[in-house]
């Protein structure tokens, strides 16, 4: 089976504080996304990866960044953390359909 | 880019009874269009999907149909299971400009299944 790893379930951070969300897949997929997900707005893509070191911006990339040093891992980085960034994120990899992690639920305060 | 809308929001249904899911697409280019279950604290799985050739697919109790000339495509589950209540979300995926895949999701039908 896909797994993917996502590497915290909860975080609480303080506002302006540099966040990094970890995620790791077993399944050698070149694809891998990152969303946030909010009641009534469903999962929106923040950015996602089709390679190692290659990165595309999604819909909603302001005040993120992410990372892709090898094919499994991706990362999301909150700059800045900001309230309006509470969420849950969501990350996923795919070759077809998306295979997700068990999700962040991220609190800024 | 694309837009996918889903409807309804909210659906309450009988155990037994079926349920339908709708979605809509703007995007022609889509080909590929899987179905999503979030149950509580877990991150979305795919449960079916269907290509763009192929008009319905089944699987036990949950069957996806695709039109594509009216851009549009269902969830329909029967004999409903109290263990069916979630979150289901469609999704519409083709490939970008530099031949990657990008898929676009759904706002989610949260779906009660009254015992």
């Known amino acids: 089976d896909v797994k993917v790893t996502q590497s915290s379930r909860y975080l609480v951070k303080r506002t302006g504080e540099k966040v990094f969300l970890e995620c790791v897949q077993d399944?050698?997929?070149?694809?891998m996304f990152w969303y946030r997900q909010d009641p009534g707005l469903g999962l929106r893509l923040i950015y996602f990866?089709?390679?190692?070191?290659?990165?595309e911006k999604g819909d909603i990339p302001e005040g993120y960044s992410v990372s892709r040093e090898k094919k499994e891992r991706f990362s999301l980085i909150l700059e800045s953390a900001s309230t309006n960034q509470t969420s849950m994120y969501l990350c996923?990899?795919?070759?077809?359909?998306?295979?997700f992690g068990q999700g962040t639920r991220l609190t800024v305060v | 880019g694309e837009n996918v809308e889903q409807h309804p929001s909210t659906l309450s249904v009988q155990e037994g009874d079926s349920a339908v899911i709708k979605c809509t697409y703007s995007?022609?280019?889509?080909?590929?269009f899987p179905w999503y279950k979030q149950e509580l604290g877990k991150g979305p799985q795919l449960i079916i999907d269907?290509?763009?050739?192929?008009g319905e697919k089944k699987d036990q109790r949950i069957a996806v149909t695709l039109n594509k000339t009216a851009k549009h495509f269902s969830l329909h589950i029967t004999e409903t299971q109290p263990e069916d209540s979630a979150v289901y979300f469609c999704?519409?995926?083709?490939?970008?400009?530099?031949?990657?895949?990008?898929?676009?999701f759904g706002t989610g039908t949260k779906l009660q299944v009254i015992p």
């Open positions: 399944m050698d997929h070149e694809n």
């Open positions: 990866s089709y390679d190692v070191k290659m990165k």
């Open positions: 269907i290509r763009s050739n192929v």
């Open positions: 999704a519409a995926s083709n490939t970008n400009r530099e031949g990657y895949q990008k898929v676009t």
């Open positions: 995007d022609s280019a889509s080909n590929y």
């Open positions: 996923a990899s795919s070759r077809r359909g998306a295979f």
